[in-house]
């Protein structure tokens, strides 16, 4: 611990001297170089000590001097959210004389700046408050206390040089979002800022543009034709960043260029964040269901942030400003589930109570939802999931839910490379965002083909996160992720294998016997589909002596006879499993009933499961009713196993006939009753069952038909 501290310093040393050399020189170009060490750093100083010996080695001014970089460079920039996160990070480690120490240092350093007539000043003295306001949220409500800040910040916005006006209205935007700020700006600068909204210069007005639009936050804050002004201006911005796109396509340029602006020259076309606050002012209009309606009916709008979400150049803001637009939009932010007698006691109450806006509603949201999709959401959302950020992949997640929930979308979510976004979001990332990434893959793996969705290594990759889907705590979640993993097993036996490895067996022999019969019957239905594996076949028919070099697990504690047959003794585990297909074969639930009788279908291949079956109080019972159903696919899994437990041993097939079976058997055939509702499946059942009687005749146990006549017991 104590090399790892002193290593510390000693890069923190270096990272003080670097800021310090590109504060002196003015050289914002350099400044990346000291952002790029920087940003390591403000990760390691998570605790007091180290904050302090950051501190105590000059590490607090030297990012506070730095905090006056210009903002008309993209390194710079950049640089000045890696130092606002960097104060943050060290300021909220110290506590109590260090943190006045250090109001007390800033009071000192802007004091000049603040009074001084120059414009180099006054453009430092904005570009430093405008960084602290980006930090510690303790450190923006001191500066709001500091004596003619606003102030300065108004005079800036009123002068006529751009380079002020520019500086004013990004510390406006920086400013707006603290609720005490917001008062002091509503106060003191309202209308400064409404001059910089009107300015012709790009940079300027899309800078004030987010300061009105977070202003705009608090309901009734600003008049509603200044919010259809913003939405306008928005819109504007953003359909400026399509054309660019065309143009840049039409001419060769790269669309990853940092110029936003279609200005003729000038600070517009230099302007590296124009992007970046046309996104921030969304962010907060977006939340309005009549301004959500007006921007989803604006393709070029859409394309515009698709646009930007897939610029090389989008930085961290962008992106959690980009995804919480679509969230936005597609209303697949998290939601609290209140219950509708709590709602109506609190109404009844008088305490405030959130409605839903009309436009809100359900044939709204999928509306846009569809624009999204249509407009190319998809693969920027796969841009955007390209981050560390959990909160950023969380919200991707969601969004890609309230996408893959219609199912004419899933198609576009897997051609245009959701599929494998979303294996990486359900492995990675929070807790709350992998179960919704993984909900949103199973929607897609349930209806559409798995070795199309899901191509080579991505379906074993995809098979971890449905299987934990199954823990979910929402039935829905767990029903969905067993229909995908019901799908996904019917393809080839390394995805079966590799379900298994995950522990799906159990997962699914406890889904069985849940109460909701859906996903009892989807448990049924994917096991079914895994039975053709030998470790699920063999813990259905194996006794405990055959399998004490296998999985040791003690599923089979019971006493058995050899081959686990006999006549049926064994009464482990194993033969209650098999129990419960038999009883679950002749279950209310049709979907349940087919699944269950297709599983005894398969394990009826083994003679010793045959007689478990026949000695099975309600086996011949159940099977007998399937056969007379009257529906094909219940009569041939019957007809399967019938003739499998026939071909099985004598004793069974005298069961069989010692049970009434001749006359189900031979009133079909008399009837030709035969896969009736299914002409595709009746010549399978005839074969099985004349497959049957000719076992039957064999055992002498009925005597052969005549031609022409059903044969009969002797």
């Known amino acids: 611990q104590g090399n790892e501290d002193a290593e510390l310093v000693a890069l923190g040393e270096r990272v003080i001297a670097s800021l310090v050399d590109v504060v002196r020189r003015g050289a914002a170009g350099d400044a990346s170089v000291a952002g790029i060490a920087l940003s390591p750093i403000m990760k390691t100083l998570c605790t007091e000590a180290r904050a302090k010996a950051f501190a105590d080695k000059g590490g607090l001014k030297a990012l506070m001097n730095a905090t006056v970089l210009s903002v008309t460079s993209s390194e710079a920039f950049e640089m000045r959210q890696t130092i606002a996160v960097g104060l943050a990070a060290v300021y909220d480690q110290l506590k109590n004389q260090y943190q006045e120490d250090f109001k007390a240092e800033v009071k000192a350093f802007l004091g000049p700046l603040l009074r001084s007539s120059a414009k180099a000043d006054n453009v430092r003295a904005a570009n430093a408050i405008s960084t602290f306001l980006q930090s510690s949220a303790d450190l923006t409500e001191f500066f709001v206390t500091i004596n003619g800040v606003v102030g300065k910040l108004a005079e800036l916005a009123e002068s006529d040089d751009v380079d002020e006006q520019v500086a004013a209205a990004e510390a406006f935007a920086n400013a707006a979002a603290d609720k005490s700020a917001k008062s002091a700006i509503m106060g003191e600068a309202y209308e400064s800022v409404m001059e910089l909204f009107f300015s012709d210069n790009d940079a300027v007005k899309v800078r004030a543009t987010a300061a009105l639009c977070k202003l705009a936050a608090g309901a009734g804050a600003i008049p509603e034709k200044t919010r259809a002004q913003l939405v306008a201006c928005v819109r504007a911005f953003l359909q400026r960043v399509v054309r660019e796109e065309q143009e840049g396509k039409a001419d060769g340029s790269s669309s990853g260029s940092s110029s936003s602006s279609g200005g003729e020259g000038g600070r517009e076309c230099e302007d590296p964040a124009l992007g970046r606050w046309t996104v921030e002012a969304l ?10 309606e007006e921007l989803a009916g604006d393709a070029d709008a859409i394309r515009g942030l698709v646009t930007l979400a897939c610029r090389l150049h989008a930085g961290r803001g962008m992106r959690y400003g980009l995804v919480s637009i679509f969230q936005n939009l597609s209303n697949s932010f998290e939601k609290p589930d209140i219950e509708p007698e709590m709602h109506q006691l609190r109404k009844a109450a008088g305490a405030a109570v959130q409605q839903e806006h009309p436009k809100d509603a359900p044939e709204f949201v999928e509306g846009r939802v569809r624009a999204l999709v249509a407009q190319g959401a998809v693969r920027a959302l796969t841009m955007l999931a390209q981050t560390e950020s959990e909160a950023v992949r969380e919200s991707v997640s969601r969004v890609f839910l309230a996408m893959a929930a219609e199912r004419a979308h899933r198609g576009v979510l897997v051609q245009q490379g959701a599929a494998k976004t979303l294996i990486a979001l359900a492995n990675g990332g929070n807790t709350k965002g992998k179960w919704v990434a993984a909900q949103a893959l199973a929607k897609v793996a349930i209806t559409t ?15 971890k ?12 979640q767990v029903f969905e992720g067993l229909l995908a993993l019901t799908n996904m097993a019917s393809l080839n036996d390394d995805l079966r294998l590799r379900m298994l490895k995950e522990g799906v067996v159990k997962e699914l022999e406890d889904l069985q016997l849940n109460e909701d019969y859906r996903i009892q019957r989807a448990a049924f239905e994917a096991m079914c589909n895994l039975m053709t594996t030998e470790e699920v076949f063999m813990r259905f028919v194996e006794t405990p002596a055959a399998r004490q070099d296998g999985d040791g697990d003690g599923d089979d504690d019971g006493d058995s006879t050899s081959g686990g047959g006999g006549d049926g003794g064994t009464r482990g585990k ?20 087919r699944a269950a009788s297709g599983g005894l279908a398969i394990l009826s291949s083994d003679a010793g499961v045959c007689r478990r079956i026949a000695a099975e109080k309600a086996g011949f019972e159940i099977l007998f009713e399937n056969m007379v159903s009257g529906q094909a696919e219940l009569q041939l899994r019957a007809a399967h196993t019938l003739n499998n437990m ?12 010692g049970a009434n079976g001749m006359e189900v058997v031979s009133g079909l055939k008399a009837q030709d009753a035969l896969g009736a509702k299914d002409a595709r499946l009746k010549p399978q059942i005839v074969g099985l069952v004349d497959e049957l009687l000719t076992q039957l005749v064999k055992y002498e146990l009925i005597a052969p038909a005549n031609p022409g006549a059903a044969p009969g017991a002797k």
């Open 283 to 292: 962010t907060y209009l977006s939340t309005d269901g009549d301004i959500k």
């Open 449 to 463: 083909d798995p070795s199309i969705a899901f191509s080579g290594q991505k379906a074993a990759e995809a098979v």
């Open 465 to 476: 996160p449905l299987v934990r889907l199954l823990q979910a705590d929402h039935g829905l």
């Open 574 to 593: 194993s033969f209650e499993k098999l129990k419960l297909w038999v009883l679950m074969s002749g279950s209310d639930d049709f979907e349940t009933q």
């Open 646 to 657: 026939v071909s099985a041993d004598k004793a069974v097939a005298e069961l069989f006939v």
